[in-house]
């Protein structure tokens, strides 16, 4: 859904500061921090599952964090 609303904002527009939308515009045109690495693997946007996966890590707090 939310893939959806950023191709539906034109190009050059704000973009809300989120972590779902950050991943989603990685290595797309929108992505602020795109850089051409010659990868094709690498450069492409990253699909719904990766998207999930990233987000998943995160609120678990990563598979390399230390508990007391």
Same mark, same amino acid.
């Given at each position: 859904k939310?893939?959806?609303?950023?191709e539906?904002?034109?190009v050059g527009d704000?973009l809300?500061?989120?972590?779902l939308?950050?991943?989603?515009?990685?290595?797309?045109?929108r @992505?602020i921090?795109?850089t051409?690495?010659?990868? @094709?693997?690498i450069?492409?946007p990253m699909? @719904?599952?990766e998207i999930?996966?990233n987000l998943?890590?995160?609120?678990?707090g990563?598979i @390399?964090?230390?508990?007391?």
């Open positions: 939310r893939r959806k609303e950023i539906e904002i034109p704000e809300r500061n989120d972590m939308t950050s991943l989603i515009v990685t290595n797309t045109v @992505d921090n795109r051409n690495n010659g990868r @094709d693997n450069s492409r699909t @719904d599952d999930r996966a998943l890590d995160s609120f678990q990563g @390399d964090t230390v508990s007391n």
